[in-house]
């Protein structure tokens, strides 16, 4: 990012002074509740109202025309009808104001006559070099440090390091609303809107150099620049966690998701395939958007995953272990050392290690006592800290008493009281303190670990490069350099004569599909044709034993049943006396038959062999994207297949493979030579290539990619191509 | 249940009269926070307080000893250190008193003393007929109906239709917390701690018949009697929802669950399988429970399944159908009549469909009239309202709107409010109005989805018979009857000639092992011995062509190497040429060798064959289970198994193999034949009746289990036995 347009999103984001144009003090109208926000939180820089009657709103003088007011305005808020937009931006830059947030609706959500006026906006904003436009029909934006609330939310939450953007308006003021009573706090809370101008990827780029933002939520219902998306993510998530809920996973959820923007739903293993590439952490239900905003509301620092369990009560503290196990988090083990001092103290019926059971009549000194020896286990990172009102328990007192215990740099003490009325008092004094509660202790666990598994894959991110620098470099594999080529040209080359309409779609043959994959490098099983015993024996030596013979005849098609198939052919005398025998049988059965001779192909030994899938599938927002997966007759039943964007590098291929559940089959398994798994990553290389090159390809499909101890080969192939329209 | 036992639990559970041993007014003593509870409730029936020091106790008179309260005592409730029990039982046996609440902690949890008392706690239970004991070691009971609270827990719930016993007194405590300020309402409440007399298959039996109960859930650690839970909990669960957490899931923390109790920990693929067996509905986390005690705390009508939203907001509606469809829910699909209702008063971008998003600006009118609409559907059996706090939102009055929303009898209406403060108000309506409210909607999806789930396995649990009668009936499979023998009897035929050291594991050899298989009745591949080329013949006449033949003698290893084994010999000729030629050969290469002639076993056709692993496993809770898998190489990759309980008749033995991932592949799978299901069912049958009838095998694997199209075969198996000690 720029260092102009850096100074331009931080002039939108956190602005020194604001115009509302359509300030107003008429009940309902989305310009009263925006400047009764501005007004009402206190914003800290200088506020201007434009209304065209002038007068004065809330005891601020109104300007009857944005060009009436004061020089140096940062942000312009424009509440006014839709109609009125593209005229005040040319207000607006006349007045040399570059951050523009258009709260007003009406746009493409109400289909083409919107879309048309949303094309005339952008054509007004190219007119201001370096003017930048948030919205159209969004909920505004919150800067709470400086008390900004330019939106018609209610509440302004807690200075804090998270940053919020959000496609749904009403997600937003709903977390909105959560985090004034969790007491979450925020350094940017935007509600995007059409994203006609400022998107994701331009917010994550600012917010990825801005100090006051440590970490970012991201509600995402389409994407609509994938390439700035993926880049700003993976730069952005490459040094501050990045958690997103991608809305519409399944066909009909995503249908409702789009319907109102006309966006195309793609599937949904794509969107994870394209966040898990640039680093980001999706979440799968609003509970773990809230706790995780929790947790990185709380600190952005690092999330370590050693985790411990003090409690009064032995269930839950089971409970809290069976989730942490089931999500594959690490329970610590306490040093000799914890052990002997929780020993002196604790009760004879301790449980003696993690969980630390206090017993249920712990009064809050030893809960307490226990939470502090425990957290101070340089073996333990997190510490969870769960009360259950038991007759003896005092939860108020406790939580006074924990809320005193010292938390070193870089240990998290979590807490959940369990229950309702008892423990609202003792919530309270822990949400005070800065300790962050879960009601149930499920919910802390899951997101401690969601927040290790993502400070793992950002420590991985950090460490990869890819591959291919970028995509404007000739792409190789293997050593063997490719040359784009046409539609037309590619086609000639895999012997497809028709000629296609434009825009139409066409399955290739076999044989053509099997010859492109051979245009692109990929091996296949050469299919020979042999017209006497001579030539059928100096083809097989040319193909190597053993070999299958088949008849060649256009006229017959179920060749096994008229003698026309024989395997295993091993030696010269075998191929020479089979062709004769073939030929002889076969026109026993088929007296009518016209035989051409005999076709030749190597005879593939299986053995020790794992059948793979690999494929391409175009999707409507990220493009081709490449699939592997395991092969063979229980493919489908086990569904066990890994998604890929491009570009796709040796190293990506390979952590492809790694991915499967069948990789140990790949890897040597139980005593079975190693496969050559070189050739398999060569394989999926050759076919990103393949896709990044020929954008005509609609589909393409390699059942089975045979992969064995000496190589693979592409035994059957389907591509469907569409022709340039 | 016997009227006998019943009318006692009723006493126990819900009694008229009440006496307390060791009442007091001491500050932090049990008998005090219990006495209290009875009092402070205002228990409806008669109340006792017993202190040796006599005197009063809160203002009511203390006997000094039971045997002076006046008679017709229903329940004693013991307050009184450890030690003092088995007097006290003997003092209330003697009044006719039948049940014992035994509060008082310091038994088996504290090693071999505690259980040598509760053995004497027993015997003087043994000598009073009729007499039960809930607990020690225990939190006590609630009975809201009668208001009473033999506990020292705090507070009172409401009266309700659902029943929750636990194993954790602490987890009681904390449900109790929450539902006071939820307001869910309970039937009983019981805390069961040690279960010396009293457990879980009682209190689910005399609750199966209690009309004041509609639905029960239970927190499990351990459980004591497997047979008699089973039993009882298919009972109950036949006829009423029964909601499990089963704390213990993993290796370390089902040790954190025992280590109090010292019970063994089972595999929790085995639990599983025995509450899928008895129809209990599992959740797997606190939130869960809390969750499903909402919504069966409501009402225990049956949930069915079509969900309809409403919201105002359209991300947090995508969201919930994300959610509903991920757990494969029904999203209901709104009648054409619905739809123009909706479309003549909601503003024209609504999203005409389910979720019926009606428009962030929606105002408590149009919200509830939409609500209502819905919700009269027939097609739509529960419907979730979901708020967002928008600038026109006015969540207390909507929840006033809403809770005035006619809901015909079998329909569901549940809320979701999002938010924090400004929620609140509105929240309490809803609660107050009976509409069960979740703070984020995926919780009451995952609630909806989890009781819809447990009524199909009731309706399925109450279609079903086992095919066994009773454990007491001579097993038979397929017409086989198959007597009980010995195991020095089985392993003689087995031809296990070595004498086994009482109590020691012997791993029976693959001969061995595949001989106990036979006996039984399951197909292993027969190898016979030839010894003249006429004999060899017979042979592969009786066994049926193919036939593989191998040199038999103990002097040759690599038999490949010398010509000594041949594939697929077709016909009589084949095999007498083939005996002579072997021999000759053989003799070539290993002039030394003793020859012995040659074996034959049929050639097993794969073609068109499924491999599966079939095995008997003991479990140290439930005795021996057995367990049938997907096979092959990569097996314990896809950890394609399942596990049942004894006894295994046929239609159970299919419904384990219709469970499998890989069951289309038996079932005609694109094409292929079908494969010899019923053999492999009978397979399973006969594995289960040896898990029976040989309780000295530990271990058994048959892998594989080769089924095709023509039956189910033994390839390999390993017995692993004990000898009886």
């Given at each position: 990012m720029t260092h102009q347009s850096s100074a331009v999103l931080r002039e939108l984001l956190a602005p020194r002074s604001v115009a509302v144009v359509g300030?107003?003090?008429?009940?309902?109208k989305v310009g009263t509740g925006v400047f009764r926000n501005l007004l009402g939180h206190g914003y800290s820089g200088a506020l201007y109202a434009v209304n065209s009657k002038g007068g004065s709103v809330g005891g601020v003088r109104a300007y009857r025309r944005i060009s009436e007011v004061p020089p140096g305005v940062e942000l312009a808020v424009l509440c006014t009808p839709a109609h009125t937009i593209p005229g005040l931006i040319d207000e607006c830059g006349a007045m040399g104001i570059r951050g523009v947030l258009v709260i007003t609706a009406g746009f493409r959500e109400l289909g083409e006559q919107g879309r048309e006026l949303e094309a005339e906006v952008m054509r007004a904003v190219a007119r201001y070099p370096g003017m930048r436009l948030l919205g159209p029909n969004c909920l505004g934006l919150i800067h709470p440090a400086s008390r900004l609330s330019a939106s018609f939310a209610n509440g302004m939450p807690k200075v804090g390091s998270l940053a919020f953007l959000s496609q749904s308006g009403a997600l937003c003021t709903a977390l909105l609303d959560w985090s004034l009573r969790e007491g979450i706090g925020f350094s940017h809370f935007v509600s995007v809107g059409n994203q006609l101008d400022v998107g994701f990827a331009d917010l994550l780029d600012y917010l990825a150099q801005d100090p006051s933002t440590k970490s970012a939520m991201m509600y995402i219902e389409s994407i609509s620049k994938p390439h700035e998306f993926l880049e700003a993510a993976k730069r952005f998530a490459s040094c501050k966690p990045l958690i997103a809920y991608k809305a519409g996973r399944f066909t009909q959820s995503a249908h409702a998701a789009c319907s109102h923007t006309g966006a195309m739903a793609g599937e949904d293993s794509v969107y994870q395939a394209a966040l898990d590439r640039c680093g980001v952490h999706r979440v799968m239900d609003m509970a773990s958007m809230i706790q995780c905003a929790e947790l990185l509301g709380q600190s952005a620092e690092q999330v370590r995953e050693r985790v411990a369990i003090v409690t009064n009560a032995g269930g839950p503290g089971v409970m809290a272990v069976d989730s942490l196990l089931e999500l594959k988090g690490t329970l610590a083990t306490l040093s000799n050392t914890t052990l002997e001092k929780l020993e002196s103290?604790?009760?004879?019926?301790?449980?003696?290690?993690?969980?630390?059971?206090?017993?249920?009549?712990?009064?809050p000194e030893r809960f307490s006592k226990a939470v502090q020896i425990v957290l101070d286990d340089p073996a333990v990172d997190t510490l969870l800290a769960i009360l259950s009102p038991q007759s003896m328990t005092d939860p108020t007192t406790t939580a006074k008493e924990v809320a005193a215990v010292k938390t070193a740099p870089g240990k998290r003490l979590l807490a959940s009281w369990l229950g309702g009325v008892s423990m609202q008092a003792g919530v309270e004094v822990l949400q005070l303190a800065g300790i962050r509660h879960f009601e149930f202790p499920e919910q802390a666990i899951r997101a401690i670990v969601d927040l290790v598994k993502d400070t793992a894959r950002r420590v991985e991110l950090v460490g990869e490069a890819d591959e291919y620098a970028s995509n404007g470099i000739r792409a190789t594999a293997g050593g063997t350099e490719f040359k784009q080529s046409s539609f037309d040209e590619t086609l000639a080359q895999c012997s497809v004569t028709t000629t296609l309409p434009k825009g139409s779609r066409y399955t290739m043959s076999e044989v053509e599909s099997k010859r492109l994959l051979e245009l692109y490098g990929l091996k296949v099983p050469g299919v020979s044709i042999a017209r006497s015993a001579d030539e059928a024996a100096l083809v097989s030596e040319r193909i190597g034993y053993p070999v299958v013979m088949k008849i060649y005849s256009m006229d017959i098609t179920h060749k096994t049943d008229v003698g026309g198939v024989k395997l295993g052919l091993q030696t010269r005398e075998q191929v020479q006396a089979c062709y004769e025998r073939m030929l002889e049988e076969v026109r026993l059965h088929c007296p009518s038959a016209r035989l051409d001779g005999v076709t030749l192909q190597p005879m593939i030994d299986r053995t020790d062999c794992v059948e793979l899938i690999l494929g391409i599938k175009r999707d409507p927002t990220f493009g081709p994207v490449v699939m592997v997966g395991f092969g063979g007759v229980a493919a489908e039943l086990f569904a066990d297949r890994v998604v890929e964007l491009l570009p796709i590098g040796p190293k990506r291929a390979k952590s492809m493979l790694k991915r499967l559940k069948c990789w140990p089959l790949l890897d040597g398994y139980r005593g079975k030579p190693r496969v050559a798994i070189d050739e398999a990553i060569k394989a999926i290389e050759l076919v990103a290539i393949l896709a990044s090159q020929c954008e005509w390809i609609e589909e393409l499909d390699i059942n089975p990619l045979l992969v064995g101890p000496r190589g693979a080969i592409a035994l059957d192939g389907r591509v469907v191509v569409k022709s340039p329209s």
């Open positions: 300030a107003s003090e008429v009940p309902g103290f604790l009760p004879p019926n301790w449980s003696r290690g993690n969980p630390v059971d206090v017993i249920g009549d712990a009064d």
